[in-house]
């Protein structure tokens, strides 16, 4: 398995995510619950996409002067690549927990303890799948194909699927969830559960929170193999997608206030997801430049944002007055 990772350039990185992650806890404390506003979530989300752009920055100039100046334009461009990809996919996880915060109607003071634990948990599954990922493609190079037709297969699905919700009453976790666990209707301020023991039930906080977790791992088996269609190196494929997934939280703020106006955003990841499900499947036939999937990638994404302004979707028609 070979990576650009050496024990400093993990070191830097790790205290970098923990130094923001904790700065980020301390101030959510300090806060206390509370509805965040569009303000605030913009702020954050610049937030995020700065820090991640100066690592960008950073790990250009150090590979620069380790590795050569065109290593380092190599390495740099790969991880911003990675990082756009990474961040277009987890738009589609954000409309997800839309739906589930509507669905179980949790409080606006709650939802950023939920969507924190959820980054927490989803920080250390996709590490788990990367090197796992990593460790397959080293080993047996077939599996590129197998990616890579699971990306096509994943972005045709995604398109037909495009415009229709989800039905939850026929979600079967969620269904086995709440019929084997002590579940509570109501809920208890930012509590999980209630009581200790065989007395202890659980609050819909807590099957939010489940939810989360196994949303992220399905969005996950769909966004880590694309990333891997921009470069096999364990490092640069954690790094971009754990800073894509720290902004998650912000970003989900920002955007549920507009999500009604990005109707046709889920057709634009689709397109993304097919274009690198075929790059993956041609990669020993065209390697297709790192620059050309860059802007392939924002092409999409900013054709997708700017059709969905420009043709509103149809409001749905109110029911008739009885």
């Given at each position: 398995?070979?990576?650009?990772?050496?024990?400093?350039?993990?070191?830097?990185?790790?205290?970098?995510?923990?130094?923001?992650?904790?700065?980020?806890?301390?101030?959510?404390?300090?806060?206390?619950?509370?509805?965040?506003?569009?303000?605030?979530?913009?702020?954050?989300?610049?937030g995020?996409?700065?820090?991640?752009?100066?690592?960008?920055?950073?790990?250009?100039?150090?590979?620069?002067?380790?590795?050569?100046?065109?290593?380092?334009?190599?390495i740099?461009?790969?991880?911003?690549?990675?990082?756009?990809?990474e961040?277009?996919?987890?738009?589609?996880?954000?409309?997800?927990?839309?739906?589930?915060?509507?669905?179980?109607?949790?409080?606006?003071?709650?939802?950023?303890?939920?969507?924190?634990l959820?980054?927490?948990?989803?920080?250390?599954?996709?590490?788990?799948?990367?090197?796992?990922?990593?460790?397959?493609?080293?080993?047996?190079?077939?599996?590129?194909?197998?990616?890579?037709?699971?990306?096509?297969?994943?972005?045709?699905?995604?398109?037909?699927?495009?415009?229709?919700?989800?039905?939850?009453?026929?979600?079967?976790?969620?269904?086995?969830?709440?019929?084997?666990?002590?579940?509570?209707?109501?809920?208890?301020?930012?509590?999980?559960?209630?009581?200790?023991?065989?007395?202890?039930?659980?609050?819909?906080?807590?099957?939010?929170?489940?939810?989360?977790?196994?949303?992220?791992?399905?969005?996950?088996?769909?966004?880590?193999?694309?990333?891997?269609?921009?470069?096999?190196?364990?490092?640069?494929?954690?790094?971009?997608?754990?800073?894509?997934?720290?902004?998650?939280?912000?970003?989900?703020?920002?955007?549920?206030?507009?999500?009604?106006?990005?109707?046709?955003?889920?057709?634009?990841?689709?397109?993304?997801?097919?274009?690198i499900?075929?790059?993956?499947?041609?990669?020993?036939?065209?390697?297709?430049?790192?620059?050309?999937?860059?802007?392939?990638?924002?092409?999409?994404?900013?054709?997708?944002?700017?059709?969905?302004?420009l043709?509103?979707?149809?409001?749905?028609p109110?029911?008739?007055?009885?």
């Amino acid at each position: 398995m070979q990576t650009i990772g050496t024990p400093l350039l993990w070191l830097v990185f790790a205290g970098v995510v923990v130094a923001a992650l904790v700065i980020d806890l301390v101030l959510m404390r300090h806060g206390g619950p509370h509805k965040v506003t569009f303000k605030e979530a913009t702020w954050w989300s610049l937030g995020w996409v700065a820090l991640a752009l100066a690592f960008n920055g950073w790990l250009w100039w150090y590979t620069g002067q380790q590795l050569g100046v065109a290593a380092g334009n190599r390495i740099g461009m790969e991880f911003l690549t990675g990082y756009l990809v990474e961040k277009a996919l987890a738009i589609d996880n954000i409309f997800v927990f839309l739906m589930l915060f509507g669905y179980f109607a949790v409080p606006e003071a709650q939802r950023q303890r939920v969507l924190v634990l959820g980054i927490l948990g989803a920080i250390l599954l996709r590490a788990i799948l990367i090197f796992i990922g990593a460790a397959l493609l080293a080993r047996f190079h077939w599996v590129l194909y197998l990616f890579g037709a699971f990306l096509l297969l994943t972005g045709v699905k995604m398109w037909r699927a495009a415009g229709d919700p989800p039905n939850l009453e026929h979600n079967p976790v969620l269904r086995w969830v709440t019929a084997h666990l002590p579940f509570l209707r109501r809920y208890y301020g930012s509590a999980l559960w209630i009581g200790a023991g065989s007395r202890r039930k659980f609050t819909p906080l807590f099957i939010v929170l489940v939810m989360i977790a196994i949303t992220d791992v399905i969005f996950a088996v769909d966004s880590i193999p694309a990333i891997f269609a921009i470069t096999a190196d364990p490092f640069i494929v954690l790094t971009s997608n754990v800073f894509a997934v720290l902004g998650l939280r912000a970003m989900f703020f920002l955007l549920q206030g507009m999500a009604d106006r990005f109707h046709l955003l889920p057709y634009g990841l689709a397109l993304v997801l097919c274009f690198i499900g075929v790059k993956m499947l041609l990669a020993d036939l065209y390697k297709v430049p790192i620059p050309l999937a860059l802007g392939m990638v924002a092409l999409i994404i900013g054709s997708t944002i700017a059709l969905s302004l420009l043709r509103p979707a149809h409001a749905k028609p109110e029911p008739p007055l009885s």
